[in-house]
């Protein structure tokens, strides 16, 4: 159900503010450091339950030590989220939907959110860790056991971590079975990642294309392929062996490295590595096929259209690439933030004003 309005007190800058949204396209007019992302923020928290900037107790506006926020929709239907902070620094959050509240929003209670950066446009250039984080950070929105599983195996990793760093002070045989019982527990979380990913990816091979043609204005081939040290076939046996092979010399790094963690995506165009031959637009559209796919595996999943998020993304997009993706989004609820108004947003758009 579209959200028509919300209301802030005492988030980041915002003392008290409201602002009215329109079924389909809202333009959010800003000079930078007006608040126009921490709008976006406060929808995307009281939807799913976190921040895309970090920490819920940032969000508290200084000097407060209570933040509000309210989401109405169309249908009359309220979504409510608290964040306080106690005088010894404890963080309390709850949500309230339907009258009941939650300290926590569970999958059922989340509404479904596609949000885009402007950095993740610049991702395929970047690190392995945030080519990471941005497949994890999709797959957790469309499958919550993923993000489960995932979670699960962050803190395993972090235990295991934490026994390497410890091999001089203990005794030999007992750091050997206390690691290999953790190796176990690694291995099997492990397995479960990177079939989940594999499994997303192939299907994204056969989706991503048509999408990226529709904006490049031509036919291109686009395909992911996943890079890891360990062989699919036999996974969890081959991550035990290697595991189990740089012990003494994980144990002197004092990281665990193999694993999910140390994994990458290799995203190619036409057949060759996107990151070798193609321009900044090109990589703009690819990472735009991605979140057009994420709109799309959404809806399929959640059986309604999810809220589309968009923060100064078309600063990094030239016109032709901007009217393409506003036609794609035409069927969405899409709240845009920008510092102007380009020509090719004047039509059939409502707008927000910061001052």
Known sequence: MPIKKIVLKNIRSYDLFSAEFSPGI?????????????LLEAIYYTSLGS?????????????????????ENYDGSQRRAMISQTADQTTRRSFTIKDKNYQRLSPQNRQ??????????????SSPERRRRF?????????????????????????????????????QKSWENQLFTWDIKFAELAEQIVRMRREFIANSNTRLSPHYSAIAGQEHHISTSYQSETDKDNYKQQLINQLHSQKVADSYRGFTSVGPHRDDFVINIDDHPASEVASRGEMRTIMLAYKLLEIEMQTEIYDQPPLILMDDV??????????????????????????DLRDEMKIDVSIVRLD
């Open 51 to 71: 921040s895309f900037r970090g920490r819920s107790r940032d969000m508290i506006a200084h000097g407060a030590d209570r933040a509000d926020i309210l989401l």
């Open 112 to 125: 479904p959110v596609v949000l885009f950066e402007p950095e993740e446009l610049r991702l395929i250039s």
């Open 26 to 38: 809202t333009l959010i007019l800003g000079k930078n450091g007006t608040g126009k992302t921490s």
């Open 135 to 171: 497949i994890d950070g999709m797959l957790s929105r469309l499958y919550p056991q993923y993000s489960t599983v995932l979670s699960r195996y962050q803190r395993t990793l972090l235990q295991r971590n934490s026994l390497l760093k410890r091999r001089s002070e203990i005794d």
């Open 314 to 339: 078309f600063s990094e997009l030239d016109s032709s690439r901007e009217s393409k993706l506003m036609k794609a989004l035409r069927d969405y609820q899409t709240i845009i933030t920008a510092t």
